[in-house]
């Protein structure tokens, strides 16, 4: 079955410079990729997503980019704030059925 | 308002006693699935229901049940908890399976003694 892998697990970055997280994948037919931001004590919501047919979308600060022959993808969030200290989770789904979240990441931003 | 409920949001229980968490969403959609949060293991796939009648099983799904007889509705049953089934739930749905954005519900944190 599709298993994701995240790194790196921690980050931790002084406000105003980027963040990067990056993801692997290992089923060559996932097609759909979403990353979901959880704050402390609170439901995952969802950020951004990106679809294989695609190599790159940006919403503001946020980015995603796609790597299918490499079987990889990444978050990029510039100019980071406070209030984006969070746990980030990217996933990947297969035939739109099963869902394979990776372990997380917990971004610090420190003021 | 749209949103996913689920209830209870917290359970302390005993070992072997039967339990049931309900999951609820009021924006009628197809999908629904049911995930288990456990520290650095991330969001694990439990049950997942394509529609009404229509279930699957995710990554974990052993010790639990679900059933989908309406639409809006997708219960979590624990036959016989287990120690090993503390966790944090989550029930999401989302309006055409996973290739779309999943709406969360709040959580329920339950405890296995």
């Known amino acids: 079955g599709e298993n994701v892998e995240q790194h790196p697990s921690t980050l931790s970055v002084q406000e105003g410079d980027s963040a990067v997280i990056k993801c692997t994948y290992s089923d060559s037919a996932s097609n759909y990729f979403p990353w979901y931001k959880q704050e402390l004590g609170k439901r995952p919501q969802l950020i951004i997503d990106?679809?294989?047919?695609?190599g790159e979308k940006k919403d503001q600060r946020i980015a995603v980019t796609l790597n299918k022959t490499a079987k990889h993808f990444s978050l990029h969030i510039t100019e980071t704030q406070p209030e984006d200290s969070a746990v980030y989770f990217c996933a990947a789904s297969v035939y739109g059925n099963k869902l394979v979240f990776g372990a997380g990441t917990i971004l610090r931003v420190k003021s | 308002e749209a949103q996913v409920t689920q209830n209870p949001r917290y359970l302390i229980t005993v070992t072997g006693k039967k339990l049931t968490v309900t999951c609820s969403q009021n924006?009628?959609?197809?999908?629904m699935s049911w995930y288990r949060q456990d520290p650095g293991l991330g969001l694990r796939q439990i049950y997942y229901s394509m529609n009404v009648e229509v279930t699957d099983k995710g990554d974990v799904p052993e010790g639990y049940k679900v059933s989908r007889k309406e639409k809006r509705n997708f219960p979590l049953i624990l036959e016989s908890p287990s120690p090993n089934q503390t966790s944090l739930y989550f029930c999401?749905?989302?309006?055409?399976?996973?290739?779309?954005?999943?709406?969360f519900g709040p959580g329920t944190r339950l405890t296995v003694t």
């Open positions: 924006m009628n959609h197809e999908y």
């Open positions: 999401a749905s989302s309006p055409l399976a996973t290739r779309d954005e999943q709406y």
């Open positions: 990106i679809r294989s047919n695609v």
